[in-house]
């Protein structure tokens, strides 16, 4: 990139090298932008003679083409990609929906050259026209070697991040206690459904009933037949292993244990369980305040129908800390 002043007259089609301001001190036409004949007017009503242009080089891209190219293969799903200000391109989300993304991908891409990306955390919630991500580009150009290397690893490994879509995520709700399974309703529901309308989302169907395995299972076994995207657990003891009642019960009606233990605090004791992709939680004690925890973490992408491994809950430890 060549930095040069010009007559104003001459600088049509030409980048504006740094920003320009008024005797007052407001500014009146921002660094990076490409001069258009109706800039040039203005700047010489402001009596400006001479103003500091830059121009491509061979084998350099603009800025704004730049974060574009970036954009185009970073992301998929519920999201538009929209050019602003400074050489930076916006990924927003069109519809409600979870961010997931590619950590070890992320840091590659951002060690790689002078374009960066900042996205929202992984399982991050989005609502409707929520910023996601953000591409920034170093100031007017990037060498064409740099931006092709970085668009060809996301070609081949991408993208960094996906917008999955929560479009009809009904919730089923177990509430169990060791005396009476409406005690647990009792203590919970308000606390849960303020918990759900943090996501948009209800208790679309629930049950109650005496912590005994057979009871849990056949309890399991008619929420599952709702086919929600997620059953929820509410009890009031706290379990210390999978071999609880809950564990037992989950057992005995067809569920896979996937993960116990979350590196989150509050939230250690979860329990997630699968059977074929419908997944049950268990998360003791953390129905008892609205406060976040390692629920809040894992609800926007099971709400989005995105089967959550057991290595994944190991790798909410960082950033786990939430209170």
């Known amino acids: 990139m060549r930095a040069q002043p010009v007559q104003v007259k001459e600088s049509i089609g030409r980048i504006l090298c740094n920003t320009v301001f008024r005797p007052c001190g407001k500014k009146l036409l921002a660094k990076g932008r490409l001069l258009s004949g109706e800039d040039v007017r203005l700047l010489e009503t402001e009596g ?70 900042a996205t929202l955390p992984n399982f991050s919630y989005c609502q409707v026209e929520q910023r996601v991500a953000t591409v920034k580009s170093a100031p007017f150009a ?7 290397a970085v668009v060809d690893t996301l070609k081949g490994r991408g993208p ?18 060791a ?32 912590e005994q395995p057979a ?12 086919k929600p995207a997620v059953v929820l657990v509410a009890s009031t003891t706290a379990p ?9 019960a989950l057992v005995q009606a067809g569920w896979q244990i996937e993960r116990f233990m979350a590196p989150v605090e509050p939230g250690n004791l979860l329990l997630l369980a699968y059977k074929d992709d ?6 003791p004690g953390c129905y008892r305040s609205a406060k976040p925890n390692v629920v809040d973490l894992i609800l926007p992408p099971l709400l989005a129908r995105y089967r959550i491994s057991g290595w994944e809950v190991g790798c909410l430890g960082h950033g786990g800390l939430l209170g």
Do not use: K
Request: hydrophobic share 45%; aromatic share 4%; glycine share 8%.
């Open 215 to 226: 009871g849990v299972a056949r309890c399991l076994e008619q929420l599952a037949r709702c």
């Open 278 to 283: 419908l997944p049950v939680v268990c998360a």
């Open 160 to 177: 960094i991040l996906q917008a999955r879509p929560i479009r009809r995520a009904p919730v089923a709700v177990l509430y169990s206690d």
């Open 142 to 148: 990037v060498a064409r070697s740099e931006l092709d």
């Open 48 to 117: 400006m003679e001479r103003v500091w242009v830059t121009e491509l080089e061979e084998g350099e891209v603009g800025e704004d083409d730049a974060v574009m190219l970036v954009s185009r293969e970073l992301g998929c799903g519920s999201i538009e990609i929209r050019l602003a200000a400074g050489g930076r391109a916006n990924l927003v989300a069109t519809e409600p929906c979870c961010v997931l993304v590619d950590d070890e991908l992320l840091r590659q891409i951002n060690c790689a050259g002078r374009t960066v990306v």
């Open 179 to 210: 005396v009476s399974g409406e005690r647990a309703r009792s203590l919970f529901d308000g606390i849960m459904r303020q918990r759900l309308e943090r996501f948009g989302a209800t208790v679309d169907y629930s049950l109650a009933t005496t």
């Open 240 to 248: 210390a292993c999978p071999e609880d009642v809950v564990g037992h």
